[in-house]
């Protein structure tokens, strides 16, 4: 302690290691990073020297007591930085980024959570701080008002450097080109560390965001000829089977596989789930299905959905990529089928962007929270229970039908998504007993989800809509994340190894065609990014003029192998997991892949990095599927009923002929041919 105190060296020598323990305690006690083997060990434990050395040594630079200051606040703000880190991850399951923080309603939502995600022990990972802080102003330390020599806050830097590019080398034996392939973040933490995990990340987004500005017309090419290549041609017997039809999209928030036909205290979790699931009259469940969601989560999913593109490896799409071009299936639909689209939630226009980028999508008509009724009784978490909101829906859908052309709605719930909490007497079966609350209550409101779908399909029926309509429903992402494995071990009664825990990223996805007779529960392994080709191909569009990844799920020439954004991958006998080839069968390791396999994996690396060039690039610009088509014109929607541009209700239709709503600046003179914007019918300018 005397060194410390008669030292500046000392006392930052003190901090570095201080900062060294806690940031690897945090590791090993607070995120899932797969660490396997002995070199992958050793690297974890000194990956946070590097950036300790790199970001305490600045203080270094001040003279006399301010260094002591500095180093305090700048040990303060890692300590804040990996304490956020903590809190998002038991949240969202991965790692902060600069996309994540600009989804400022998104990082709202694990404020709301944060007593359920705060613990008690979480006040250890300030003692180092309040160690020094005391150790600093208590002891009254005196150092020279001198600054050191330059050379030592330098050789400390240096030495950063040095040991950064030691771990990094080391890093490159067991996982070669690990800053080239960046499909996962936990691999980066993992190697590198969370603070040069947000530094590289920081490099990457300045990359990013340049890579729009210098693309061009002839980088789409690449992409075309790949899609073409994997394009799978449709099925005769199923082409154009649903043409001319309704479609409603029925998005299942939260919702895993494993859910349908289990049993919780002896009664099924999701009776009428089940019954849709083995009715091979009229729907086709493929229970192989898997979601491709990444940081985007529900939001990743919808964009996988209408556009079979991937999302981000970091942040979301819909966020960070808001303003580029797409060809998404409702300006598809529109343009070739004369389509009217529709999406339904009960929440804030604003969540995930979706009143900007469903713009860019073309989609007509956003019902958000403003169309529906929000009183205190109806909301819970995230906004509008699933059971007022299909109830509230069935209105807007007859309005729907009763327009020129067929319509496409998308129908996204809520109800069923962390915390898992239902309001008293709400609840219907008898929470888990697993001792992890959020694990318990899941169920729970799964069952609340189940009864919303059932009063929704009668309500279907009695108004007619059901009959001549397609039926597409489908889980967006993971309700349970590894964080809960110890409580997901009992429910599924064996251990929740990586495999299993891959296994267990199925979401449902049911399928209903009038006309088409079912084909009762199908294995056929495919994934989010699938759905939209086989949408094109049962409505009688060729899916091969657009930029698309996935393939038919209906084509005997399907490509049954599932990408993860993370680079992971499955197919029907081997699956590729955090690096490591399984045998489905057996769960084992394959020690000796073959050659086939590391071609497979090259391929979905290949794929996704080509996913990343359209984005990162906004290539689909550059790109016209036809003579025909029209890019899409955001100025001609908006949305949101609360806006001052929204004079009528869902109840109110009547508008004067010469009454045309407009955004400022754009309100044509009285003689004026300007195009009204494309809006709601039951609003003059949402």
């Known amino acids: 302690m005397k060194n410390v105190k008669s030292t500046k060296m000392g006392f930052f020598l003190l901090a570095l290691v201080l900062f060294w323990l806690k940031t690897y305690i945090i590791y090993i006690t607070e995120f899932n990073l797969g660490v396997n083997g ?8 000194i990956n946070p020297v590097s950036s300790g050395l790199l970001f305490l040594g600045l203080a270094l630079f001040f003279k006399g007591r301010r260094f002591g200051i500095w180093l305090l606040i700048i040990d303060s703000l890692l300590t804040i930085f990996m304490y956020a880190n903590v809190v998002f991850y038991r949240f969202y399951d991965d790692f902060i980024t600069i996309q994540t923080l600009m989804q400022t309603d998104n990082i709202g939502s694990v404020g709301k959570s944060f007593v359920d995600l705060a613990k008690m022990h979480d006040v250890l990972y300030g003692l180092d701080i309040a160690f020094l802080v005391v150790l600093f102003f208590k002891r009254k330390i005196n150092w020279s008002p001198s600054r050191l020599s330059i050379k030592k806050p330098f050789a400390v830097l240096a030495t950063g450097v040095i040991v950064f590019a030691a771990n990094l080398g080391l890093a490159e ?3 070669p080109q690990l800053l080239k392939r960046v499909f996962d973040n936990n691999y980066i933490v993992k190697y590198l560390g969370a603070p040069n ?4 990340n920081t490099v990457q987004s300045v990359k990013a965001s340049a890579k729009r500005s210098m693309a061009s017309s002839e980088d789409i090419d690449e992409v075309k000829d790949y899609t073409d290549k994997k394009f799978a041609a449709p099925n005769a017997e199923y082409f154009g089977k649903a043409k001319g039809k309704n479609i409603i999209k029925i998005h299942l928030e939260s919702f895993q596989s494993f859910l349908i036909d289990y049993k919780l205290h002896g009664e099924e979790v999701t009776p009428f789930l089940n019954s849709l699931v083995h009715d091979d009259q009229d729907f086709t469940y493929y229970d192989n299905f898997f979601h491709q969601t990444e940081q985007g989560k529900t939001a990743d999913a919808e964009f996988l959905m209408d556009n079979s593109l991937y999302g981000l490896s970091q942040g979301a799409a819909f966020v960070t990529k808001g303003t580029n071009t797409y060809q998404s299936l409702p300006a598809i639909l529109d343009q070739k089928e004369n389509y009217t689209s529709a999406v339904m939630h009960g929440d804030d226009k604003s969540f995930w962007n979706r009143n900007q980028v469903y713009k860019q999508m073309g989609v007509d008509k956003f019902y958000d929270s403003s169309y529906y009724d929000m009183d205190d009784d109806k909301v819970i978490n995230y906004g509008l229970k699933d059971k007022p909101f299909f109830k509230q829906s069935i209105p807007k859908l007859e309005k729907l039908n009763k327009q020129d052309g067929p319509f496409y709605s998308h129908l ?9 909490k239902l309001d008293d007497g709400e609840e219907s079966i008898k929470p888990a007993n697993t001792g992890d609350g959020t694990v318990d209550r899941y169920f729970q409101t799964a069952r609340y989800l189940d009864e919303s779908l059932k ?3 009668a309500n279907l029926k009695e108004e007619g809509l059901y009959k001549d309509s397609v039926i597409m429903i489908y889980g967006d992402h993971y309700g349970i994340s590894e964080n809960h494995n110890r409580a997901m071990s009992q429910i599924m009664d064996k251990e929740i190894t990586p495999l299993v825990n891959a296994n267990l990223q199925r979401v449902p996805f049911m399928l209903r065609v ?7 529960i199908n294995h056929e392994f495919t994934g989010q990014a699938d759905v939209a080709p086989t949408i094109l191909h049962l409505l009688g569009i060729n899916s091969k003029k657009y930029i698309q990844f996935g393939t038919d799920m209906l084509s005997d020439e399907h490509k049954d192998f599932v990408p993860f954004r993370n680079g992971s991958f499955m197919t029907k006998d081997y699956s590729y997991v955090q690096g490591i080839f399984y045998d489905n069968e057996t769960g084992d390791a394959i020690k000796e892949p073959t050659d086939e396999m590391k071609d497979l994996r090259d391929q979905v690396h290949y794929e996704l990095s080509l996913n990343d060039e359209v984005l990162n ?6 790109y016209e599927p036809s003579e025909s088509w029209e890019p899409v014109d955001s100025s001609k929607y908006r949305y949101g009923k609360d806006n001052n541009e929204n004079k009528n209700d869902d109840d109110s239709d009547q508008q004067s002929d010469n009454e045309t709503n407009v955004e400022s600046g ?4 009285e003689d004026s041919n300007q195009e009204p914007n494309k809006t709601s019918e039951d609003d003059s300018g949402s």
């Open 197 to 200: 995990f947000a530094v590289f």
């Open 514 to 520: 009038p006309g088409m007779k079912g084909q009762g």
């Open 455 to 457: 009063q929704f399909f």
């Open 617 to 622: 690039g906004d290539l689909l610009r550059f």
């Open 173 to 175: 034996i067991d996982r």
């Open 38 to 45: 002995a070199l992958q060990h050793f690297l974890l434990f």
């Open 666 to 669: 754009d309100i044509p003179d």
């Open 412 to 420: 996204i719930t809520l109800t069923h998504h962390y915390p898992f």
